[in-house]
């Protein structure tokens, strides 16, 4: 007996589909590819969100450095000068002691995204009162000392006890002076503000002058670029 199909022209168009879908549909195939391209961006921002943490801690620790190291030196400007038991600072000293922050902080571009603030912590008065006896800054930044501007002493500002955190400020010795740095600096972002936004850095170091110096004459005029702190430049 002969069979013939009764099944319409698209039926029989349908049936190859209808096969093709349900092998798919029972096929493994493809499981691993697909949870990789699930899983992929999320390991992939926790790696760039570590790298970033860690390029954060790197570069704290260069600011740190910096502060150190600028705070030392400053508290040996004078050393070379022969022939004085007292020595004289110059406005020449401290360019000198702020091109070795420049250069230090050359791979972060510590003096495009910061501030350096260095004051000479001292005391009036017959070592009675503390002062900020000069304050002198570089870097592009607009920020000031958290302790006060030039000038300001225990006297006039009952506030101004020393420089350093609250409780734990220090204090100058009398006839002595407290180089004393302050760093601010703008982190950038390794990946832009993808993971971080807004961070500043902040580290503060202080040195006692190593030898004795002519604390009277503050930062003498020896014709060289006065790096004042209402100027905001990097060189």
Request: hydrophobic fraction near 35%.
């Amino acid at each position: 007996m002969l069979m013939t199909s009764t099944a319409s022209p698209e039926t029989l168009r349908k049936r190859p589909l209808r096969g093709l879908f349900k092998h798919l549909g029972k096929s493994k195939s493809g499981l691993a590819l697909t949870e990789f391209a699930f899983s992929l961006p999320i390991f992939l921002g926790l790696g760039m969100f570590g790298t970033e943490m860690a390029y954060l801690a790197i570069t704290s620790m260069n600011v740190s450095q910096a502060a150190l190291s600028l705070a030392d030196n400053a508290s040996r400007m004078g050393q070379t000068v022969t022939g004085s038991s007292s020595k004289t600072i110059y406005r020449s000293d401290v360019n000198s002691v702020f091109a070795g922050a420049r250069l230090q902080g050359d791979e972060i571009d510590l003096l495009e995204n910061g501030r350096v603030i260095l004051s000479s912590l001292e005391t009036t008065n017959n070592g009675r009162w503390q002062r900020i006896r000069w304050q002198r800054c570089i870097g592009t930044k607009n920020y000031s000392s958290d302790y006060g501007p030039q000038g300001i002493n225990e006297r006039n500002d009952s506030s101004f006890v020393g420089m350093g955190p609250a409780g734990e400020e220090i204090r100058a010795e009398r006839g002595s002076a407290v180089m004393y740095v302050e760093i601010f600096y703008e982190y950038p972002g390794l990946f832009g503000d993808s993971f971080v936004s807004g961070q500043v850095i902040k580290h503060e170091a202080a040195f006692t002058i190593r030898d004795d110096r002519n604390l009277a004459e503050g930062v003498a005029n020896d014709g060289a670029r006065n790096p004042h702190c209402n100027r905001f430049t990097a060189s």
